[in-house]
């Protein structure tokens, strides 16, 4: 079967940066005033989180010694809900994946899958909250602020979530994610946090918000008091810096690799669409990929392949990778069993693409508009197929990168890895 030529773009976005981290961690903690809040030989559970975070290890070092030099005793707590396989040993091991180690951040990592009660919210919610942190005295919420892969609000993935699902642990995730089948996002996680806040000192929020290119754009401290109203303020900034497929359509997405440190649904569904909640709100523009081909899983998504439910196309090298108990655990506690659902494989993704095209184009595949990305995180670089340029023009700020080429494949039949990079 022909293949449709390919031209590489580059895209453009939005580029603010921190340059200095660790100034930025201490400076804006130092606007808060925290040593009147956290007195010299108390301690501090601060979160760490299962994605793939800019800078996460070197923020998290510099929040320790911030709060070292006002004498308290600062300690990390794994705080992603079942990933690891839901187990401590695996909740440490995501962690040392991301640098966050005992070494690193020159502080204790206590991890554990066991949670106290705090009984329900005035909703009627019932809360839980890891061991560690609800034994700490204070409670410091680090987390980034974005556009959340499955729930569409004023509040999505950020603090609030960090203190829900994250300090749950498996038990909390689990109940709440049932909870949020029938009950909406935002009126759950606010009932959640500030029951949690109204029984246990969360001292401060670190909030992060990066920028398109998967870098640090914002590092701010958010007293208790703020943290919903700083988090609705965020994540508008977050949406404007989020990543965009330069055309909105298309019949085909090839994405390189998807996996937990990328998106907590293995592809952002913020960039690919097939975001499931907005199923009842169908006037929420969101992308739309006619068919999804998904090549391989990342390296530190350590064979979860969560996610890959969302695809309609996989290679039988990724099914093999997969760890599929971890992949269940995750998708069951969320509640979403389709996301472990394996998609139709073949051995070669050239045995994939012929059957795509066959089904999106199957009387003159050069009219197959077609992308491919390395995967949701990274979208400075493209490829399209050129029918894609005659169906109108993109939506993002890009230029071309060379002229139309042909497809590069090994002698297996598999695609050659997307460009790194390019001058």
Request: charged share 25%.
């Amino acid at each position: 079967m022909p293949y449709p030529k390919l031209v590489l773009l580059r895209q453009e976005f939005d580029r603010p940066q921190v340059t200095d981290i660790a100034r930025t961690v201490a400076q804006t903690l130092s606007t808060l005033e925290l040593s009147r809040r956290i007195r010299p030989g108390q301690t501090v559970a601060l979160t760490a989180g299962s994605r793939g975070i800019a800078n996460i290890a070197v923020i998290l070092r510099e929040t320790v010694r911030f709060l070292r030099r006002l004498g308290a005793e600062p300690f990390i707590v794994p705080a992603m809900g079942s990933h690891g396989g839901a187990t401590a040993d695996g909740q440490r091991r995501v962690l040392a994946s991301y640098g966050i180690t005992e070494e690193f951040v020159q502080a204790p990592i206590r991890a554990t899958m066991d949670v106290v009660s705090l009984g329900q919210t005035a909703d009627g919610f019932p809360v839980v909250l890891d061991r560690y942190a609800a034994e700490a005295d204070h409670i410091g919420v680090v987390a980034r602020i974005k556009p959340h892969t499955a729930f569409h609000g004023p509040i999505e993935s950020g603090l609030l979530k960090m203190l829900m699902i994250g300090l749950g642990k498996h038990a909390g995730a689990t109940r709440y994610h049932r909870i949020l089948l029938q009950q909406p996002y935002d009126t759950v996680v606010r009932s959640v946090a500030r029951h949690i806040q109204a029984r246990k000192s969360v001292a401060f929020g670190l909030a992060i918000v990066e920028n398109a290119y998967d870098e640090t754009a914002l590092v701010e401290a958010v007293p208790p008091e703020h943290l919903e109203r700083r988090e609705e303020e965020l994540l508008v900034l977050a949406r404007q810096w989020l990543p965009r497929l330069p055309w909105r359509q298309a019949d085909l997405l090839i994405v390189d690799e998807i996996g937990k440190e990328i998106s907590g649904s293995g592809m952002d569904t913020n960039v690919v669409g097939r975001k499931r909640a907005l199923k009842a709100s169908p006037d929420i523009p969101q992308p739309e990929m006619r068919l999804i081909f998904v090549r391989d899983l990342s390296d530190k998504t350590h064979g979860n392949a969560t996610g890959i439910g969302l695809a309609d196309f996989t290679t039988s090298r990724l099914v093999r990778k997969m760890d599929y108990r971890a992949t269940v655990i995750n998708c069951l506690t969320a509640g979403y069993p389709q996301g472990a659902f394996i998609p139709v494989h073949f051995e070669s993704d050239r045995e994939v693409l012929d059957a795509a095209l066959s089904i999106v184009a199957p009387d003159d595949p050069s009219e197959a508009r077609i992308l491919r990305i390395r995967n949701t995180l990274q979208l400075e670089l493209v490829q399209a197929s050129e029918a894609c340029f005659r169906s109108g023009p993109p939506q993002t700020r890009c230029s071309t990168v060379g002229s139309a080429s042909d497809w590069a494949f090994d002698n297996s039949g598999n695609l050659l890895p997307f460009p790194a990079h390019c001058h």
